[in-house]
């Protein structure tokens, strides 16, 4: 079946730096990627929908420019969390579109991101 | 997409039904009705979705209503393994509409 790929599973980094995660879809193309939020106890947050080969579209309130979404190829969207502080702390997951599966979405294993 | 609204949490036996109710009284024509679940610390797993008749495979069933303003997820014969927190999604079938907005859900705790 459709496997999305999310790496890397977890990461602790220093206040200002900056970290990039990677999904993968690992059998299918998917010109469509989506990225969630995610803070304990609440529920998913879509931050933003990448489209391979485009800008991506950020929803209402997410700074794109500490967010930055690459969708370079069919089988890769990465999302990189520029000078990072701890209130970007959270667990993030993406999603990918798959057209063949009869619900269109396969989802990550996520990524938690610790900034301390 | 229309908003749902679900109860924030239910208990169940294992080995017993569990029915999770979900109301989309806004919900268009056109638009499914999606359940996905989220273990705890992982994405969510896709469950079932429908239109506008009752669906069943082999993890659940969905029962809609005729009016569609309200559904019903029905785990058989919950186990342990299936506590975790379900989503009842309204979702248009095509442009922006294929984001998923995922809503507050419901957390299933499954009680031996």
């Known amino acids: 079946g459709a496997v999305v790929s999310q790496h890397p599973s977890w990461v602790i980094c220093k206040s200002g730096t900056s970290v990039k995660i990677e999904c993968r879809s690992l059998?299918?193309?998917?010109?469509?990627m989506f990225w969630y939020r995610q803070f304990p106890k609440q529920s998913l947050m879509l931050m933003a929908t990448s489209n391979e080969g485009s800008k991506a579209t950020y929803e209402q309130g997410v700074e794109k420019d500490k967010f930055l979404i690459n969708h370079a190829s069919l089988t890769l969207s990465t999302l990189t969390v520029t000078s990072a502080h701890p209130e970007d702390s959270s667990f993030y997951i993406c999603?990918?579109?798959?057209?063949?599966?009869?619900?269109?979405?396969?989802f990550g294993s996520g990524t938690r991101l610790t900034v301390v | 997409d229309a908003k749902t609204t679900q109860p924030t949490s239910m208990d169940c036996a294992e080995g017993r039904a569990a029915n999770l109710p979900c109301n989309h009284s806004t919900i268009s024509g056109n638009e499914y009705v999606y359940w996905y679940r989220q273990i705890h610390s992982q994405g969510p797993q896709y469950i079932i979705h429908?239109?506008?008749n009752n669906e069943t495979n082999e993890m659940a069933s969905l029962i809609i209503t005729e009016d569609r303003k309200s559904s019903t997820l029905i785990l058989p014969h919950a186990t342990l393994r299936d506590t975790a927190v379900y989503y009842c999604?309204?979702?248009?079938?095509?442009?922006?509409?294929?984001?998923?907005?995922f809503g507050k859900g419901t957390l299933l705790t499954v009680n031996p």
């Open positions: 999603s990918a579109r798959d057209p063949d599966r009869r619900d269109g979405y396969t």
């Open positions: 429908g239109l506008k």
């Open positions: 999604i309204v979702r248009g079938s095509g442009g922006s509409n294929y984001k998923l907005t």
């Open positions: 059998d299918f193309q998917a010109t469509t």
